[in-house]
């Protein structure tokens, strides 16, 4: 439960301090007293946004800390998911500075947003007046059946199937896709395959075509050039080789009496020998060159098949156009195994979906097995509050389309006067009966869900009278189950209270300030007067004061 609440520097909240207890806590003041601005601090506690509207002085940080008592409420586990260290006195804990940066704490320990929000939902419940009108809000209605159902594990192993296949169902939607258009493209990827491998591309086949081509046209040339090298080295009589072999054999001769003629010899004859090898190689590069115009003519076919095929595929090498070639080869394979991979999620699909159509089966089941409970509860409880000839009803219905919730849809249908059709709650109820339908509904979620504290934000809106006294019974039964903290305007719902907190405004130093305290008894005969009749001191609004608070 909450224990206790501390605020500072928030909106009209200079500090405050106060201690809630178990049970029914009332809490009153006069319209503009600051109520909403106590929910509006507590809410940051409970993960919601702010800005730094909140700050009331903007040089200093805005602070939110609330004790729960937890440690009859299995909230072990989370905070071991969380990382958290566990006390039964937790603390929730939040801070807004005035560069706008939003801090939270769990027991000191900073979390994000998240989390804080996480475990407040587990801590508390806070009934607001918008929630009347969500109360005409399917997914709202089907939320609270789950709740009564306390199917949640049920919807847990729904929604893990429904994830489940909802991931294969959209693989396979995409595969299907890749194939379905891999299919338009499949003769288009052919032709232009057939058009690569037929060509027998080879690695560095064009350096060598672009070499030979150079060689072809400028063979008269080379045959010319290479030949002529050949006869003047090794010509006849006149050939330079012979008249060196002359020179070579006249140094070694005088190399017996002269010494540097000897040295003189050795070098002439290596150049000899170099210049022989050099004739050789001129001659059989001669004999060997020859104009061939049809290998011309080939060479340039085969060049001019591999720029055009270049140009086509904007590639600038015969590499590039392998690497081309495969890649549709890939792709004119892949289309056939699209067709076996589509098979085995077909079957996978079938599958899961079974498993997810058992799931949604038994989520259905258990959210129809409380309608009569559901139904009978609520009335019951609309009977109480003056509502005798209440008429309330689940309908369900499939939806089209299933989701994170399963595929059912429900609807409250309702009608408080006599053998009159129940139509759907947002189309006939008024605000009065929004309210005591909210109620009923809450008493019975209260049932099922282990929630240690709830707040009701003027649940009482729309009644009076016989019918408030009514209500202010059923929040006391409440009560007894969980801690009820209760802000109302009616003194019959106030005097119900265990424990009676006022919301007052005060000045000081032309400065207007909130805060909230806890009444004596006496006290609480002076609120009730006040909230009777205006007047606390009206002794007749004394007396009845008196009497209702007995």
């Known amino acids: 439960m909450l224990q206790s609440l501390y605020i500072k520097n928030y909106?009209?909240?200079?500090?405050?301090?106060?201690?809630?207890?178990?049970?029914?806590?009332?809490?009153?003041?006069?319209?503009?007293?600051?109520?909403?601005?106590?929910?509006?601090?507590?809410?940051?506690?409970?993960?919601?946004?702010?800005?730094?509207?909140?700050?009331?002085?903007?040089?200093?940080?805005?602070?939110?800390?609330?004790?729960?008592?937890?440690?009859?409420?299995?909230?072990?586990?989370?905070?071991?998911?969380?990382?958290l260290d566990y006390d039964d006195q937790t603390i929730l804990r939040r801070e807004i500075t005035p560069s706008g940066k939003s801090r939270a704490f769990i027991n000191d320990t900073p979390v994000n947003l998240k989390t804080i929000r996480e475990l407040a939902l587990r801590?508390?419940?806070?009934?607001?007046?918008?929630?009347?009108?969500?109360?005409?809000?399917?997914?709202?209605?089907?939320?609270?059946?789950?709740?009564?159902?306390?199917?949640?594990?049920?919807?847990?192993?729904?929604?893990?199937?429904?994830?489940?296949?909802?991931?294969?169902?959209?693989?396979?939607?995409?595969?299907?896709?890749?194939?379905?258009?891999?299919?338009k493209d499949l003769d288009y990827y052919q032709f232009q395959f057939n058009q690569l491998d037929e060509?027998?591309?080879?690695?560095?086949?064009q350096e060598e075509l672009e070499a030979e081509q150079n060689r072809l046209e400028h063979a008269e040339d080379i045959k010319l050039t290479f030949g002529q090298l050949a006869d003047d080295l090794e010509g006849d009589e006149a050939g330079l080789l012979t008249r060196l072999k002359e020179h070579v054999n006249r140094l070694g001769k005088m190399a017996d009496y002269f010494d540097q003629a000897g040295e003189?010899?050795?070098?002439?004859?290596?150049?000899?020998?170099?210049?022989?090898?050099?004739?050789?190689?001129?001659?059989?590069?001669?004999?060997?060159?020859?104009?061939?115009?049809?290998?011309?003519?080939?060479?340039?076919?085969?060049?001019?098949?591999?720029?055009?095929?270049?140009?086509?595929?904007?590639?600038?090498?015969?590499?590039?156009?392998?690497?081309?070639?495969?890649?549709?080869?890939?792709?004119i394979g892949q289309v056939a195994s699209y067709d076996e991979t589509l098979t085995q999620l077909e079957v996978q699909l079938a599958k899961e979906e079974a498993v997810l159509n058992k799931a949604a089966n038994e989520l259905t089941e258990s959210r129809m097995a409380v309608t009569d409970k559901f139904q009978q509860a609520v009335v019951s409880m609309l009977q109480k509050l003056g509502m005798a000839n209440a008429v309330f009803q689940l309908s369900f219905a499939k939806t089209n389309q299933r989701?994170?919730?399963?595929?059912?849809?429900?609807?409250?249908?309702?009608?408080?006067?006599?053998?009159?059709?129940?139509?759907?709650?947002?189309?006939?109820?008024?605000?009065?009966?929004?309210?005591?339908?909210?109620?009923?509904?809450?008493?019975?979620?209260?049932?099922?869900?282990?929630?240690?504290?709830?707040?009701?934000?003027?649940?009482?809106?729309?009644?009076?009278g016989e019918i408030a006294v009514k209500m202010g019974d059923i929040l006391k039964s409440i009560s007894a189950r969980m801690q009820v903290i209760n802000i109302t305007h009616l003194p019959q719902i106030a005097a119900k209270g265990d424990h009676h907190y006022q919301v007052y405004k005060f000045d000081e130093e032309e400065q207007t300030f909130t805060s909230i305290r806890k009444l004596e008894e006496h006290e609480r005969v002076d609120e009730l007067a006040q909230m009777l009749s205006g007047d606390r001191h009206s002794d007749t609004a004394r007396e009845t004061a008196r009497e209702l608070l007995e």
């Open 11 to 83: 909106a009209l909240i200079d500090r405050l301090s106060i201690d809630f207890n178990s049970g029914f806590n009332i809490i009153t003041g006069e319209t503009g007293a600051g109520k909403s601005i106590l929910l509006g601090a507590l809410g940051l506690i409970l993960g919601q946004r702010a800005d730094l509207s909140v700050l009331r002085d903007k040089s200093k940080k805005c602070t939110v800390e609330g004790s729960f008592e937890v440690k009859n409420y299995q909230l072990t586990d989370f905070f071991a998911a969380n990382e």
């Open 123 to 183: 801590l508390i419940d806070i009934h607001s007046q918008h929630q009347n009108l969500e109360l005409g809000n399917r997914q709202f209605q089907l939320n609270l059946v789950d709740l009564v159902a306390q199917n949640q594990s049920v919807l847990k192993s729904y929604q893990q199937a429904f994830r489940v296949y909802t991931q294969t169902h959209n693989e396979y939607t995409e595969l299907l896709e890749k194939a379905e258009q891999a299919k």
């Open 199 to 205: 060509a027998k591309l080879k690695p560095e086949e």
């Open 264 to 331: 003189l010899n050795q070098r002439l004859e290596s150049c000899y020998i170099e210049l022989q090898d050099l004739a050789g190689e001129s001659q059989s590069i001669a004999e060997r060159i020859e104009h061939d115009p049809a290998r011309v003519e080939l060479v340039a076919e085969r060049l001019d098949l591999i720029y055009s095929l270049q140009q086509k595929f904007h590639a600038d090498s015969v590499a590039g156009l392998i690497e081309i070639r495969e890649d549709l080869d890939q792709k």
């Open 403 to 464: 989701g994170m919730t399963g595929g059912d849809e429900v609807r409250f249908l309702f009608n408080a006067n006599k053998n009159a059709e129940a139509q759907e709650i947002s189309k006939i109820a008024s605000g009065g009966e929004m309210s005591r339908l909210m109620l009923a509904l809450k008493s019975l979620i209260t049932d099922s869900k282990a929630l240690p504290t709830i707040i009701f934000d003027e649940i009482d809106t729309g009644i009076s």
